[in-house]
């Protein structure tokens, strides 16, 4: 790869990517276990109406998409309470019309100078220093918390009844857990773009679940496979000159593919009993 | 109803309302060290809001609700389906809520007779197994007060029976509190100290055989089933192990079902 140039630009973003990585590998997990991609999904979605809002108002995207975004978080649990409407409904109406009113105000106020592509799918090489503050000082405190939360995130997640009967309040660690991917999504919308944020959260997880044998290892190594991905993709954006976000994408769906030919639980074969062994008896009388 | 020191739970004439309707109302439970206390109502009944109200996850609308200070609760879940996606091992488990050492894992495990099972993955898990395994990560905690959600409901009766003997050595050797919710009096009548029959308010209760020849016991549930139910009753009184050995009610393994050649005990049959 002697034709890459090491410009400073590359290595920001090659940092930056690196570092949101390593945060989103334990929350993709969580997502996937909890199944709410579609709630992510949604969240990243919102994330550009934050961003128009941002140019309208004239105050910082740092503000104004977390503060959409967490908003959003509340409308969900409010409009849970509405029996009328699937939650699935739900999602989908906030994620459309939040999208369609981002994209509406922004060709409004910024006119012809914003880079509608570049909020869709990111722009992973325009990372400045600011960003790499954000993504290291923000992501390492939502990474600390994770970890210092976790085996509550993780109660939570296999059940809610038994985590609340022993004193974990499940709802507590739930609104915890939906605050954290939404300042997590408003981190990563500039990068990634509002379409790739639940793929790049996603992805490195369920391309981890093959291999693993417990949470703790699906988090880390969905991490590592996430950073794999980035700096992949990072490269072959340089090497073919494609589109970094997408780029990055399509990395880690490869290292998905890849991984999906591994041998099924390959680490837990040899000590894990036959399923089902004979339990069935009260049918048959020994006599 | 004074309450004295053993008294884990005292709950004196609680109820729950929600959307203007009462769940539950006029509830008195009390539950003191040792004691294995089942609830039994129709669907609906108020049970599993009257659990809640004992292990404070819910507060009460009325009424007085008084735990013993550092309860301990350890709760087996009535069903639990645990995502594909989440590799879960039976070892893993165990530490869900709380950390506990790989000695104290062994120890559990080993009194569900289940020690095989450490590193099977929940998924693989038959329902008897997964029961146990559920039982065992509450007793890991060292509980005082055991809450089990209708525990056996889509087990079989050899399952069935381990398991409420299990329920039994776990309260003899740890003295602590059972509180189990059940829709089969006949089953669970067997160890249990007091039975408290819910519809919405406390229907009857008192001692198992003083609520089933309560008349309104027999006005909600009707008498007792003495047919289908009560003849397949008999004893199956162990398990098989995957290793072709069978454990007996009393931990022992043998080779075969009935190790003293045909001692089939039917005199189980609690015709109640």
Redesign the interface.
């Known amino acids: 790869m002697g034709m890459i140039m090491f410009d400073d630009f590359f290595i920001r973003a090659l940092f930056a990517g690196i570092g949101l990585a390593v945060i989103v590998g334990p929350l993709g997990c969580l997502i996937?276990?909890r199944?709410m991609a579609f709630f992510g999904d949604t969240l990243a979605h919102a994330a550009l109406l934050g961003i128009a809002l941002a140019i309208l108002a004239d105050v910082s995207s740092l503000i104004a998409v977390p503060f959409v975004t967490l908003a959003i978080c509340i409308a969900i649990m409010v409009a849970k309470r509405t029996p009328s409407l699937s939650s699935d409904t739900i999602l989908a109406i906030l994620a459309h019309s939040t999208l369609a009113l981002g994209l509406v105000l922004v060709s409004v106020t910024g006119g012809r100078n914003v880079d509608v592509n570049g909020l869709l799918f990111g722009d992973i090489l325009a990372v400045d220093i600011t960003d790499l503050l954000v993504i290291y000082a923000g992501g390492g405190a939502i990474l600390a918390i994770i970890v210092w939360q976790w085996?509550r995130l993780?109660?939570a997640?296999?059940?809610p009844?038994?985590?609340?009967?022993?004193?974990?309040s499940p709802q507590r660690t739930e609104w915890l857990f939906m605050v954290l991917i939404a300042l997590v999504v408003s981190i990563a919308v500039k990068l990634v773009g509002v379409l790739l944020i639940t793929a790049l959260m996603i992805i490195p997880a369920?391309a981890a679940?093959r291999v693993?044998?417990?949470?703790e290892?699906?988090a880390v190594l969905a991490s590592i496979l996430g950073v794999i991905g980035v700096i992949a993709g990072l490269y072959g954006s340089a090497e073919f000159d494609t589109p970094s976000g997408p780029s990055i994408i399509v990395a880690g769906a490869l290292l998905l593919l890849g991984l999906t030919f591994v041998p099924r639980r390959l680490s837990?074969a040899n000590?894990?009993?036959?399923?089902?062994?004979?339990?069935?008896?009260?049918g048959h009388d020994?006599? | 109803m004074a309450s004295d020191k053993t008294d884990l739970i005292n709950l004196e004439n609680a109820g729950v309302r929600r959307d203007n309707r009462w769940l539950v109302r006029g509830i008195d439970l009390r539950i003191h060290k040792g004691e294995i206390v089942t609830i039994i109502g129709p669907n609906g009944a108020g049970k599993s809001t009257t659990a809640?109200l004992a292990?404070g996850?819910i507060r009460a609308n009325e009424g007085r609700v008084q735990r013993q200070a550092g309860l301990r609760?350890?709760?087996v879940?009535?069903k639990?389906h645990?995502?594909p996606?989440?590799?879960?091992?039976v070892e893993?488990?165990l530490?869900?809520?709380?950390?506990v050492s790989p000695d104290e894992k062994k120890q559990a495990l080993a009194a569900v007779g289940a020690p095989?099972?450490e590193?099977?993955?929940v998924q693989?898990?038959?329902?008897?197994?997964f029961q146990r395994i559920l039982l065992a990560r509450a007793m890991v905690?060292r509980p005082n007060l055991l809450?089990l959600?209708e525990p056996v409901q889509g087990v079989?009766?050899?399952?069935e029976a381990m398991l409420y003997n299990l329920i039994r050595q776990i309260r003899d050797t740890t003295g602590c509190g059972v509180l189990m919710i059940s829709h089969d009096l006949h089953i669970v009548m067997a160890d249990t100290d007091t039975v408290l029959c819910l519809n919405g308010h406390i229907c009857c209760s008192g001692s198992p055989d003083s609520v089933v020849s309560n008349p309104k016991y027999l006005r909600l549930f009707g008498a007792p089933d003495t047919t289908a139910l009560a003849v397949?009753r008999h004893d199956?009184d162990h398990?098989?192990?995957?290793d072709g050995t069978v454990q007996h009610v009393d931990g022992s393994i043998s080779d075969s079902?009935?190790p003293d050649k045909?001692e089939?005990n039917h005199d189980g049959h609690d015709h109640v």
């Open positions: 996937i276990w199944k085996r993780v109660a997640t296999l059940s009844d038994i985590a609340e009967a022993e004193g974990l369920a679940r693993v044998t417990s949470p290892m699906m837990a000590d894990s009993p036959a399923p089902h062994n004979h339990h069935d008896e009260a020994p006599k | 809640k292990v996850t609760v350890g709760y879940p009535q639990l645990i995502d996606a989440l590799p879960m091992r893993r488990l530490d869900l809520t709380a950390k095989h099972l590193t099977a993955f693989d898990l038959s329902g008897g197994e905690r809450v959600d079989d009766f050899a399952s397949y199956h398990i098989h192990l995957p079902c009935h045909h089939h």
